[in-house]
């Protein structure tokens, strides 16, 4: 059996035309007009190869090739929901080429010894409800479906009032079948296998993520008649912050990185001291225990900045989730499968946050990776060449195989 991968392809760009942006990008934000109808047209293709498509209490989506032996299924799949100005391939590449995986055993008539399914879970852009990987992580058990349906999105819906308004509020229980094995296909969304010129990566685990949101009071005022020794610059202060975060990765080293992406100034004029500023601070690492100290560190030098710039601080954690590390056998297994195919590969861990590490709470979890043209995702120039997903599609499909006919 080969894949059909102009099928696959022609499944890509159509998806893409869902949500177009005037820069050429996808805009399916969860739960909005343009994800349901991205999910209708998926589900469409997954009953046309005759698969059992269900839906859980979060909106998460299952299409599964019944097998000789049902129950534990080998589970693939991604997201296909967007942020505001994305590329075609996140989440969706792996979506697709686990469907074309099902839909060739179909085509065929060939029935693996155990089922097969393909999922799309629910929110994990974490754009519009928060936290990001949420129809996964109801799933693995880290939230309830009572906590997240009550969740409050950006426009002020309850996610359960958008997954009612949508269609998308399902009955099947989340977390109700435990999969055997969980393999995620994805772009890189990083450049470190298009520097080392490979095509596969194999993924051993995925960074540790925190996020805290940090809201400094100060004093708002005249730009020209305020001393400088008598501000209490909520800017300065923020701006502070921010350099500091940067010194932060560079005491910690060995793959800590830190990023400040919102800071917004109040009143946000050109000739007003600002008296508030709220912000963010993204910090992860591979090692839980790096990852506590730059957060110890943050906290200290917010402290010491309220004291320097006679500001106050309240911070508030968004977001939390401990490193993941993935199966070695599943990993050993993708590279096993890449090697016999003559195909170069690296081992290396995720930056970015996936459904698998919500996945890897629950059953044997791994992830392979393809390379992203110069690194680029979240974004409209996001590119990966058809030569390497084709192989990417390939190596999931021989190591699903692998899987459902050797125990793991």
Known sequence: MNLNKTRLHNRIESLSKIGRTAEGGSRRIALTDADKAGRDLVISWMQESGLQVQIDQIGNIFATLKGKKSGQPIMTGSHIDTVGNGGHLDGCYGVLAGLEILATYADHEVMPNRDLCVAIFTNEEGVRFQPDMLGSLVYAG??????????????????????????????????????????????????????????????????????TGVTFRGQSNHAGTTPMNLRKDAAYAASSLALSVREITKEIGEGQVGTVGVITPKPNLINVVPGEVKMTVDLRNIDDERLKKAEKILHEEIENICRQEKVIAETEKLVRFEPVQFNMRICSLIADVTENEGISYSRLNSGAGHDAQMMARICPTAMIFVPSKAGISHNPKEYTAKEFLDVGADILFKTMKRIDHDDI
């Not at 349906?149 to 009612?164: M, P, W, Y």
């Not at 099947?172 to 298009?194: D, T």
Request: hydrophobic residues 40%; glycine residues 12%.
């Open 142 to 211: 880290g939230i309830t479906v009572d906590e997240a349906h009550a969740i409050v999105s950006t426009d002020g819906k309850t996610l359960h009032e958008e997954l009612i308004r949508t269609g998308f509020l399902g009955t099947k229980k989340c977390g109700s079948v435990i999969p055997y094995a969980f393999i995620e296909l994805h772009i890189e969304q990083g450049p470190i296998l298009e520097s080392k010129n490979d095509f596969i990566g194999v993924v051993e685990g995925v960074q540790g993520i925190s996020w």
